[in-house]
């Protein structure tokens, strides 16, 4: 499949009225052909308004047609083969073996909201019955059911080019839920979106769903992001990205007319815990397992383990010479973009020039263009505490190392978390207490808890929950992977009195 620069709006393919730019490989430091042309103020309208047409059309088809829908994207995704894997490579400098793997979450995903589409456990259908000789007050009948928001503005990620992409888990659960999404491609990886952008266009077609289902927009600027999201038409946000970014695009959702609920992944450092017995029985187990999720695609995910907090002493202290060993085989690795390498690079410098920080190791230096080395730092819980920098996110393979005097100050540490998307302990039987003590503020700070774990990787499933308290997510009640995803998009209706041959087919009389 050629690749031609164009956007998708509904059926059609113009090419953008805005500025030309191209992806660049960052790996090699070298502009890609072809070029991609960002979407005009008109074509974003058009693409917004297809969606509003198509939206009352698309809720109402059987759920087992947006299953199928789901599916067939799945299988035109796989149908590309080497030319999707070729390309995302060369646009994100990710090796070969993450990419097919993603590619393989991304299915795995459309298959799981195909499932959760059939079921209709989604619709959270209730029936109470009149009661008309209810005292004091008879009881009307009533009906509710969970129906679709709207069209909803999808923003591809950098560091995830399919599974939080074009038709990762914002798509895959906002077009479950009956909602049809316009779609921001990042522009670090156009290609890679086109090619998967024309695959849910052709889905569309050969099961003839409204045009409109679905759009692709290109833009290197920000205009693109601002103007979608502003738009009167769209109805909710699936974005995820940096604090910076998420935070302009709530504030922008919220100054409309009328405000829309923006679904943010933003910012995480996913704190390691690790409890004294623990820590003295198995430091070096532990050491290894850290470095290889620091270390673990370049440190670009947003479960990358960024802080580890531990009582101070020989036990520590061994692991943290164990850190030392493990990195030194460490090879510095491509960074998605330059840009993000050069956010790397400084926030890493900034880190490491605060009072009282120190470097513990690093692993091997940078051969190549836009490469990162890893590193961990060092500092007192006492520094931990005062210095709110120390606690912010550095996108990349950079870790702090956290000393604790003891138990209460361990305990003062992890109270000044802000929000995560994890948190893991590392704990042995004899450390159930300590664990059973930290585990209602811990509770209160993330949305998955990990005993011996590492948080890189995340399960595709019914129980699973990728969000948390502000910073990580700008609606902690809500999940952006796993089952629970749909939920964003969705709200309730109550059908009070409805004679039965109104009643939607899910609260009909023969429901029950």
């Known amino acids: 499949m050629e690749l031609t620069g164009n956007l998708i709006i509904g059926n059609d393919m113009p090419r953008g009225g805005g500025t030309r730019f191209r992806a660049v490989d960052p790996a090699g430091d070298r502009p890609l052909a072809p070029e991609f042309y960002t979407a005009a103020p008109a074509q974003i309208d058009r693409a917004c308004q297809l969606a509003e047409d198509a939206f009352d059309d698309y809720r109402a088809l059987p759920l087992g047609l947006r299953a199928d829908f789901l599916t067939a994207i799945g299988d035109n995704i796989m149908a590309l083969g080497e030319t999707l894997i070729a390309r995302a490579v060369e646009e994100t400098g990710l090796p070969r073996g993450r990419i097919e793997g993603e590619r393989a979450r991304t299915l795995a995903q459309l298959a799981l909201f195909a499932d959760v589409a059939r079921r ?26 969970q129906i679709a928001l709207g069209p909803v503005a999808v923003f591809g990620a950098s560091n995830f080019p399919l599974a939080f992409s074009v038709a990762g888990g914002d798509s895959a659960s906002a077009l479950a839920a009956g909602c ?11 290609g890679t979106s086109e090619l998967v952008g024309r695959a849910i266009q052709q889905a ?12 692709l927009l290109h833009g290197a600027e920000h205009g693109v992001g601002r103007r979608l ?42 704190p390691q815990i690790l409890l004294p017995s623990a820590l003295a029985d198995r430091g070096a187990a532990i050491a290894a397992g850290y470095v290889a999720s620091l ?47 050069r956010a790397w690079r400084d926030n890493t410098e900034a880190l490491a ?44 393979p950079t870790s702090l190392v956290v000393r604790c005097r003891d138990k209460r100050q361990l305990r003062e540490a992890v109270m000044a978390l802000e929000g995560q998307l994890t948190l893991s302990l590392h704990l042995d039987e004899a450390d159930h207490d ?22 890189t990787g995340v399960d595709v ?29 969705l709200r309730p209706v109550c059908y009070q009195d409805f004679p039965a041959a109104l009643l939607p087919v899910e609260l009909a009389p023969d429901a029950l």
């Open 180 to 190: 049809p999404i316009v779609v921001k491609a990042h522009p670090a990886h156009p």
């Open 434 to 455: 300590d664990a059973r003590a930290l585990l209602p503020v811990l509770e209160r700070r993330a949305g998955r808890l990990l005993v011996n774990g590492f948080p």
């Open 461 to 489: 499933g019914y129980a699973m929950v990728h969000g948390g308290p502000f910073p990580a997510t700008s609606d902690a009640r809500t999940t952006s992977v796993g089952a629970g995803a749909i939920a964003r998009f």
């Open 295 to 341: 270390a673990l695609g370049a440190g670009q995910f947003c479960t990358s383990p960024g802080l580890v907090l531990a009582i101070d002493g020989e036990p520590l202290q061994h692991f943290c010479r164990q850190v030392a060993v493990a990195l030194q085989d460490i090879p510095a690795a491509t960074m998605l973009t330059g840009g993000i390498w």
């Open 120 to 145: 209709g456990d989604f619709l959270h259908t209730v029936i109470e019955k009149a009661l008309p000789d209810r005292r004091p007050l008879p009881r009307p009948d009533l009906r509710r059911r």
């Open 204 to 215: 569309a077609e050969r099961l003839r769903l409204p045009p409109g289902v679905f759009s």
């Open 353 to 396: 020039a605060v009072a009282g920080v120190s470097r513990l190791a690093a692993g091997r230096p940078a051969k190549g263009a836009n490469q990162a080395q890893a590193a961990v730092l060092v500092a007192d819980a006492r520094d931990f505490l005062s210095q709110p920098s120390l606690s912010q996110e550095v996108f990349g």
């Open 229 to 270: 999201v502003a738009h009167p038409l769209i109805q909710a946000v699936g974005f995820t990205g940096s604090r910076a970014a998420g935070l302009a695009l709530v504030e922008l959702a919220r100054s409309r007319a009328v405000p829309i609920p923006v679904y943010a992944e933003m910012s995480s450092i996913n």
